[in-house]
């Protein structure tokens, strides 16, 4: 469809506005109608701006999206970074790239792996978060490197169980990443024998190495 106005979609980081970039923060400002999460639009919207929440409801998110750009341009929030599992995929589907303006932001992935120092260019990046993957991303090799994001189902100590599974060895490295940019920041290091039994850390980033 074409658009009379743009979609701005706008990746707001792991959640601390510390790593909001600064063209994300000023469009964030100006806009007119906001979407987001409850907690993003808690955190960044004001009182003048019309806003909608991102819930399950995916599709009347869409139409609200769709009839507002008949008089704005919309500003959609999403965590991190918008080209990794995000909104982005969703809007891609109902309206036009042409439609479509996308400002990046840094991954909660992006950042576990700055917290410990370790490059990224070499891992698989992956979200079991509500999602399967598949056995050839999940097997063992020598020298392979995952970015996990996790959720309540597919928590760390399931994980390690797929990955054991799956021809890890129980002493590859695991750091596990909760609330990454906020004051109660947590990461342990174990290995995957001990993330087995390692509770919590859903929605969090899983980094496992070999």
Known sequence: MECAYRIIVVG???GSADYLLPAASRTIKEAVVL?????A???FASEN???KVIDK?????????????????VVVMVSGDPGFYSMLTALRKRFSPDCLTVIPGISSVQLAFARLAEVWQDAALISMHG????DAVLCYRPGYKLGILTDNQHNPANIADI???HGW???????????LSYDNESIIAVNLAEARRTPGFEHSVMVVKA
């Open 12 to 14: 707001i980081g792991p």
């Open 35 to 39: 979407v987001g999460s409850k907690r």
């Open 41 to 43: 639009l808690a955190t």
């Open 49 to 51: 701006q019309l806003t």
């Open 57 to 73: 409801d995916i599709g009347g998110v869409l139409d609200f999206v769709e009839q507002q750009l008949n008089r704005h341009d």
């Open 131 to 134: 999602r399967e993957v598949d």
């Open 163 to 165: 990955l054991l599974t």
């Open 169 to 179: 060895p129980k002493t590859a490295s695991v750091w596990l990443c909760a609330n």
